[in-house]
């Protein structure tokens, strides 16, 4: 697992087996017994590494494999094929009262949640009291849950989740059940956790909640990767291709995901400011607007492919892309050129404003449409804020005054 990964799945899929009847279950298990089960594909191999502080989406219509990513990655459903590591405490809103046993009252089921997410006893008393109040389920905390409405079921494991401190957090859907209030109060939670660089993987079919909320959408349709990036750029994809069916249109969206084994992928990836090595964990000190930023990235395999463009972007810390630059836009003279398939984007100065930045990095065609390879983030920073300590915004604009 790379240093910079909390998660990172390697060709993972999943495939059920689907059988007419019960009883042929039983007899595919016996020697010398024909297959009696379909297979269907629910999620094609997939690649995908998560940086620890990320925020990523899932979107995609009913049945696209959303759901069962989820569960893969929390360990609740077990892929049938490749690797998957996962680092830290994961905490899960996955299908409604999972991890619930409905015969036990609230608070048992809040001891018990937070045993199997590793927490103590001392620890789950210390903290039962911030759970029950963030519920708002009152006494009912003391009946069993088999007796809850969906909504109290949702705000107590909702309550267990977010009061925990997890490393992770997984969500599905469950933003889009609760009155509004409650959801309200969710949402202000998840920004919390966020900014305290937590991780979390979200799925809705609320696209405005996906863009305030993630710093990386992934789209997914019949079990396969269709487009993954920057969420207003894969929404307006999706939201495209949504349009699309309305109007007739029944195609299967291409994965821009190149085919193949051998596509080119990053080797290296080295950012310096000032010379300083900057990475997720590593923040160079003493960034100012007239620092140097410098990316370097080497990639190895694509033999046979166009040489792939590589791209950089950089986003302040509520996730806003603001500023990128790609070879395949600029069209460098080293562009195609180079045998040692490297490439350094200099950017010589950083108008930036105080506040915490990072990079992300990519590498795409020669066209700049499909990816090969990312690293999200791949480097963090923070411009020193004694410098133009009263501007506001994001960028310091050139002016003059008369
Ligand atoms: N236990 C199972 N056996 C067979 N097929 C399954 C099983 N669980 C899920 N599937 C199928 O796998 C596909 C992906 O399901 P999944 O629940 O991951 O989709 P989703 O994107 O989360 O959809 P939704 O938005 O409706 O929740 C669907 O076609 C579903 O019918």
Redesign the pocket.
Known sequence: MSSDSIIELTDVGKT?R?YRKPSDRLLESLPFVKQKSDS?V??KPLSLKIGKGEVIGLL??????????L?LICGTLQPSSGTLNVQGRIAALLELGSGFNPEFTGRENVFLNGAILGLGRKELEDRFEEIHAFSEIGDAIDQPVKTYSSGMFVRLAFAVAVCVDPDILVI??ALSVGDGAFAKKSFDRIMRLKESGKTILF?S?NLYQVEAICNRAIW?HQ?EVIAQGVPADVINKYESYLYGIDQGDTGVPAPEVAPGNDRPQFKTVQITLDDQPATQTQVPVGVTGQSCLQVTVSWKGGDGYPSPSFAATLHSADGKLIASAGSHIDQPDCQGQSAEKELTLTLPQLPLLKGEYWVEVYLLCEQGIMFYDQQIPAARFKMDSSVCALEQGVFHIPRQWS
């Open positions: 059920y689907l269907f629910a999620l995609g219509r009913n049945g696209a494999g959303k759901s069962t990513l569960q599905d859907e799925c079919h997914l079990g």
